[in-house]
């Protein structure tokens, strides 16, 4: 299609879209944030965004300030009919927005207005939500308030972590942008007003996020683990170590929280505020991932220990 198309956005869970994009509409121009230093040896590395971008020979700016009076003015040049934006990671001004005479269209993972904000995936999860999804916006000034275009269900499994959740509705997102866009193209989508009574926010997720408080509840535990997975990981102290955990399940029992009540052949059985959790996997610093059993083993963890 001849739609001219400005697409922004930065991690991997942009790329899907971009190349969906790319290969269904004539985009023009590309936005993302600029590189930042990465891993132990602090060196410079592209977005994922930027990467694909410039693999596909397309023009790309990385502004520090997305207000920044020169961005409009690229964007100016550029002549989009349309922007699309897939986790950019900022709230674009004003008078970008009203720039392309079709809007700006928002990709979003979770079915708005639940889990307005910058982390989604994670929140569902953590929030035992069944069912998440993928939705697209016409972009207003507020955070993730726009009107819903289209959306598409899908549902998080009792195994879902952050990381595999996050693969699926970065398919499925990219697939729902083209079919938002052809249906601006064509004049049949009609925006319909978020219920604002629903609305539910989630925030930046941070490293502190992934600390076990035993005291807790076990379902909301084996939650935590599964929506820390892959980053930054769920963990408790043992003799001064961050042990992470890689994979939980909660069960029924009365415990001490944060105290070991059985070793067994599939796990590591703690005490909570409410309930039991098995360790299943487990990882100590500069080690490989293990089963927790035999972590246990390697440590001489034995029924009565504390694991704080």
Request: hydrophobic share 40%; aromatic share 4%; charged share 25%.
């Amino acid at each position: 299609m001849n739609l001219r198309v400005v697409f922004m956005g930065t991690p991997e869970f942009s790329v899907p879209t971009l190349v969906a994009l790319y290969s269904g509409f004539h985009v023009i121009g590309v936005v993302t944030q600029p590189d930042k230093p990465k891993g132990r040896g602090l060196r410079i590395v592209p977005t994922a965004v930027k990467k694909k971008a410039l693999e596909l020979n397309l023009p790309v700016i990385e502004p520090p300030r997305i207000a920044a009076p020169e961005v409009l003015e690229v964007l100016a040049q550029w002549r989009p009919d349309i922007i699309v934006v897939a986790a950019y990671g900022k709230i674009l001004p004003e008078s970008i927005l009203q720039l392309p005479p079709k809007g700006c269209v928002n990709l979003h993972a979770s079915l708005l207005p639940r889990h307005r904000g910058a982390a989604p995936i994670s929140g569902a999860i953590i929030a035992g939500d069944t069912v998440t999804g993928v939705c697209t916006i016409l972009m207003d000034s507020g955070m993730d308030t726009g009107d819903v275009l289209l959306k598409e269900e899908v549902p998080i499994n009792d195994e879902d972590t952050a990381g595999t959740l996050h693969d699926k509705l970065m398919e499925r997102g990219a697939s729902l942008i083209v079919d938002t866009l052809r249906a601006i193209t064509e004049k049949t989508i009609r925006p319909v007003p978020q219920d604002h009574s629903l609305v539910t926010y989630t925030r930046l997720v941070t490293k502190e996020d992934g600390i076990i408080d035993w005291d807790n509840d076990a379902q909301y535990l084996g939650r935590l683990v599964r929506a820390m997975n892959p980053w930054p990981g769920a963990f408790f102290k043992l003799s001064d170590e961050t042990i992470r955990v890689w994979e939980a399940t909660s069960e029924a029992g009365l415990g001490v929280p944060g105290k070991v009540t059985s070793l067994r052949g599939d796990g590591i059985l703690v005490g909570t505020g409410n309930g039991m959790l098995l360790l299943r996997e487990v990882q100590a610093p500069s080690r490989n991932r293990v089963a927790a059993i035999e972590f246990a083993r390697a440590r001489d963890i034995r029924t009565g220990d504390a694991l704080r």
